[in-house]
C-alpha cells in the first residue's frame, strides 16, 4: 500500500459544478498537506498548503484536512473551463530526517466541460 | 519574476546512452530538488541540495544516476547507460528554506528507446 492514495479518474463535471477532490494517508507523521494543479507539459503548481487540522479557503477553492480519519480534501466551487487539469495532493512530516521529502498522491486528472 | 527553468525540454536517449539534464532555480533560492515523475504517477523525490550540498540521495533508484549542484545555483542530473524504465518526467523544484514551499519546473520529459 502506498503511502498516499488518490483516485486518478479520470473526472469530468459540467461548468459551475462543485468538486471534490480527496487522499488518503498512512504515515501519521505528516504535517503539511498541500494541493498542486499541473497541466498537461507543465510542472506542478502549488495551489494550497495548509498545516495541520482544518479548513483553508482561497477564492473557489477549500482545503480540509482531518488527521484523525488521516483524509484531506480539495473542494473547487463553480468549476471552469480553466480548471481542467490533474489535481495531486502532497504532503510532508514537516521535521525530522527528510521532512522536506514531499509524498505525492497519483493525482486526479479533472474534465469541465462547457 | 523568472521561475524555475530546465533544459532541454525534450530528450530522446538509445538504451545505453548517457545524458544530463539541466535546471536553473529561481535566484537565491537555497534548496533543489529533483523528482522524477512516471506516467500517469505521482512526482517521486530524487535527491535534495542545500547550496552546493547533496545532503540527501535517498531516492535516486540506482548508481546510475548522480546529481550536482557545484556552485550552489545550476544543478544537472546526470543518468549514465540509460535503460527504458529511466523513461520519465524529471522534474526540479526549488525553495527559498529547506521547509519552505517548493516551486517546480516544466520538466525534461526523457525517453529511451
Known amino acids: 500500500q502506498k503511502e498516499v492514495e488518490q483516485d486518478p479518474g479520470p473526472l469530468s463535471v459540467p461548468e459551475g459544478a462543485i468538486v471534490s477532490l480527496n487522499c488518503t494517508y498512512s504515515?501519521?507523521?505528516?504535517?503539511?498537506f498541500m494541493w498542486y494543479r499541473q497541466y498537461s507539459r507543465k510542472g506542478p503548481e502549488l495551489l494550497m498548503y495548509?498545516?495541520?487540522?482544518g479548513n483553508k479557503e482561497d477564492g473557489r477553492f477549500t482545503a480540509q484536512v482531518d488527521k484523525s480519519s488521516k483524509y484531506i480534501s480539495l473542494f473547487i466551487r463553480d468549476s471552469q473551463p480553466s480548471d481542467s487539469a490533474t489535481y495531486l495532493c502532497?504532503?510532508?512530516?514537516?521535521?525530522?530526517?527528510?521532512?522536506?521529502?514531499?509524498?505525492f498522491g497519483k493525482g486526479t486528472k479533472l474534465s469541465v466541460i462547457p | 519574476g523568472a521561475g524555475v527553468s530546465q533544459s532541454p525540454r525534450y530528450k530522446v536517449a538509445k538504451r545505453g546512452q548517457d545524458v544530463a539534464l539541466r535546471c536553473d532555480p529561481i535566484?537565491?533560492?537555497?534548496?533543489l530538488f529533483w523528482y522524477q515523475q512516471a506516467l500517469g504517477q505521482g512526482p517521486e523525490f530524487l535527491t535534495y541540495?542545500?547550496?552546493?550540498?547533496?545532503?540527501?540521495k535517498s531516492g535516486l533508484p540506482s548508481d546510475r544516476f548522480f546529481a550536482e549542484r557545484p556552485e550552489g545555483s545550476v544543478s544537472t542530473l546526470k543518468i549514465q547507460r540509460t535503460q527504458q524504465e529511466d523513461s520519465a518526467v524529471y522534474l526540479c523544484?526549488?525553495?527559498?528554506?529547506?521547509?519552505?514551499?517548493?516551486?517546480f519546473g516544466p520538466g525534461t520529459r526523457l525517453l529511451v528507446l
Open positions: 523544484a526549488s525553495s527559498l528554506g529547506v521547509q519552505e514551499t517548493q516551486y
Open positions: 504515515n501519521s507523521a505528516f504535517q503539511y
Open positions: 495548509t498545516y495541520s487540522s
Open positions: 502532497a504532503m510532508s512530516a514537516g521535521s525530522g530526517a527528510g521532512s522536506y521529502q514531499l509524498t
Open positions: 535566484s537565491g533560492h537555497v534548496s
Open positions: 541540495f542545500q547550496n552546493e550540498a547533496q545532503l540527501d
